[in-house]
């Protein structure tokens, strides 16, 4: 027997079918962008690439899209933020904190002194097939597109409140607060302590004693007021700083081409211009540190290699105890040029 649907239910179904339909256009219209820190672009460099990315996608979409940003993690903490942009038409600039639980070899790409500056750095996440891999895992895991590598502020510095710090040997018996378990991986290996604390926590944490030090770029040390309650700033650039634009891949996949188009070559070029705006403070933001009060500790090439030496073999383990295959680790570290490693 055939179903029976009175006209006035019919209508009903089609005002009803209209009216979603019309309403998830509306949804994909505006799009909703979290991220973490201030919106404040002299302190937060994941907010001036927020800012200008909401603007170049307006301008090149003609106004079809728009983006409504979210700063200070009012959308939720890391995690949150995640399963949002899986379940939802939605972007999100996450941290390591953020991405790792749903692909965990992203730690490989944080492999101590991985990277000897800027340009080698932005080479291997443009350019090399680790990185790829990494993007299409992110997608068949989670259904979310990896769309963008963004600095947050330079190279990773220590700061601390206890001593100077310019080799391993001096982290002995100290206490940092860590991101992520990379990091507590890192401080265990130089002989200190590591304990998560979310960033909301960690001005607090170092006032009170909890930590006695933290590692971050400079801008992440300004923007949270840490040289408030650390003396000592110790440049060992040892980890390259970066957060990652993502989105979700049903939003994105649903687009016309041109407006896909035109939205990729936004986000291409908002990053170009968060990487010049960032490279150029960097000199700038160390300086304001300084005149602060912080003293700052540039360690010596022999310094530097006594990380390295430690560092390195110490995070790879960790990554092996992590049950990390060992082929993202070698193509890593081929990409890096830093295949003398694997021998």
């Known amino acids: 027997m055939k179903p029976h649907?009175?006209?006035?239910?019919?209508?009903?179904?089609?005002?009803?079918?209209?009216?979603?339909?019309?309403?998830?256009?509306?949804?994909?219209?505006?799009?909703?962008?979290?991220?973490?820190?201030?919106?404040?672009?002299?302190?937060?460099?994941?907010?001036?690439?927020?800012?200008?990315?909401?603007?170049?996608?307006?301008?090149?979409?003609?106004?079809?899209?728009?983006?409504?940003?979210?700063?200070?993690?009012?959308?939720?903490?890391?995690?949150?933020?995640?399963?949002?942009?899986?379940?939802?038409?939605?972007?999100n600039i996450a941290s390591f904190?953020?991405?790792?639980?749903?692909?965990?070899?992203?730690?490989?790409?944080?492999?101590?002194?991985?990277?000897?500056?800027?340009?080698?750095?932005?080479?291997?996440?443009?350019?090399?097939?680790?990185?790829?891999?990494?993007?299409n895992v992110l997608q068949e895991r989670a259904g979310i597109d990896m769309l963008a590598v963004v600095e947050e502020g330079g190279f990773l510095a220590f700061t601390n409140n206890k001593k100077p710090i310019s080799h391993?040997?001096?982290?002995?018996?100290?206490?940092?607060?860590?991101?992520?378990?990379?990091?507590?991986?890192?401080?265990?290996?130089?002989?200190?302590?590591?304990?998560?604390?979310?960033?909301?926590?960690?001005?607090?944490?170092?006032?009170?004693?909890?930590?006695?030090?933290?590692?971050?770029?400079?801008?992440?040390?300004?923007l949270g007021s840490l040289h408030e309650v650390q003396d000592y700033l110790t440049l060992a650039n040892i980890q390259y700083s970066n957060q990652f634009l993502v989105g979700n891949s049903q939003m994105i996949e649903s687009w016309e081409e041109e407006t896909r188009n035109a939205f990729m070559e936004a986000v291409a070029e908002a990053n170009q211009q968060a990487r010049e705006h960032n490279e150029a403070k960097v000199d700038e933001r160390i300086a304001y540190l300084e005149e602060q009060g912080m003293e700052v500790i540039r360690p010596s090439e022999e310094d530097l290699n006594a990380f390295r030496e430690v560092g390195q073999p110490a995070y790879l383990e960790w990554l092996s105890e992590r049950n990390i295959d060992q082929r993202w680790i070698d193509m890593a570290l081929e990409d890096a040029g830093m295949s003398e490693l694997l021998e």
């Open 5 to 91: 649907f009175s006209m006035k239910a019919l209508a009903t179904a089609c005002f009803l079918g209209s009216s979603l339909a019309a309403s998830q256009a509306m949804a994909q219209t505006t799009i909703n962008l979290g991220y973490n820190g201030a919106p404040d672009p002299d302190k937060n460099a994941v907010h001036v690439f927020a800012s200008n990315l909401k603007a170049l996608i307006e301008e090149k979409t003609d106004g079809e899209i728009q983006l409504q940003l979210y700063p200070n993690s009012m959308l939720g903490e890391e995690q949150e933020r995640m399963e949002q942009t899986m379940s939802s038409p939605m972007l």
């Open 168 to 222: 391993p040997d001096d982290f002995a018996g100290l206490r940092f607060r860590a991101m992520d378990p990379s990091q507590v991986a890192l401080y265990e290996a130089f002989g200190a302590s590591g304990t998560p604390i979310p960033w909301t926590e960690v001005y607090m944490a170092l006032r009170t004693g909890v930590a006695d030090g933290q590692m971050n770029p400079p801008m992440y040390i300004i």
């Open 97 to 135: 904190a953020g991405v790792s639980p749903l692909v965990d070899e992203i730690f490989v790409s944080a492999i101590p002194f991985l990277f000897d500056d800027f340009d080698a750095a932005r080479s291997f996440f443009d350019e090399g097939s680790y990185w790829q891999e990494i993007e």
